[in-house]
């Protein structure tokens, strides 16, 4: 019995050269072979594809429409196997990606580390910075955003897991200044500001409990720009600060930070894995967003 696929592929040279010799030619196969094939096919449909005469051959109407799908699935077959020959490659060559500075900095660099340890041939440029960036214009294959998608997004967002902060201070301001048992007592204590905020944000910070929200008036007298230095500023004892979870959660398990608050969760921040929506991803962007989604997919605590 011969191979339906293969007697298609025949098929559509057999038509594209305009003769069973010439076909036979192209394929490697003798001009006996090729008629089978097409027999095979018409055997199988119950109607001819093919008028021939001693001279020359054409289509029949059937056979127009009959080859017009079998170039579809011949394309998609092919499609297909250039799809798992890619899956099969080896990730290599240079890989540009965008996140934002302290989740880079705290969350996303031992997956990066790790990455390029199973990947040698692969050259990792990681640009962290607060800002949006556009990932076509500036050349990034993948970027982690934290916060609301733009509407007309024209990229995949694979969701990650949300972005929580939690409040926290040091020892020894809490035991100079109290420790805050409700979030309207924040406003009688030095808080943190993180000066990108809206100013809002950094004046009313938001929380929930039992699905309810709600916020509190802080005092912020001093703002910065940077988590690094509001984290040095918390741990030296001036104030409490409302800190990313993953870099945080060292000092909170050492007790060099200890979390207020604890029966309020901070509203925490979507974020997603963008990149662009192309059918043909390299084999290296594939295994990063792999890793990402392993490591960081949204169902998992």
Known sequence: MLDRLTSMAVFVQATQMGSFAAAAANLGMSPQMVARHIAALEQHLATRLLNRTTRKQSLTEFGRAYLERCQAVLAEVNAADALAQAAQAKPQGRLRINAPVTFGRH?????????????PQVELELTLSDRRVDPVEEGYEAIVRIGPLDEHLA??????????LVACASPAYLKEHGTPLNPTDLARHECIGFSPWPVDLNRQWRFQQNGHDGEAAVASRLSINDWGAM???????????LGPEHAVAEDLAAGRLVRVLPDFEAPARAMH????ADRRMTPKLRCFVERMIETFGGNQH
Do not use: E, N
Not at 155 to 164: E, H
Not at 273 to 276: G, P, Q, R, S
């Open 107 to 119: 969350a996303l660099m031992p997956l990066i580390t790790r990455y390029l340890h199973d990947f």
């Open 155 to 164: 990229m995949v967002a694979r969701p990650l897991r949300p972005y929580r």
């Open 231 to 241: 984290h040095s500023a918390a741990r030296s004892g001036f104030g409490i600060v």
């Open 273 to 276: 894995l963008l990149y662009a």
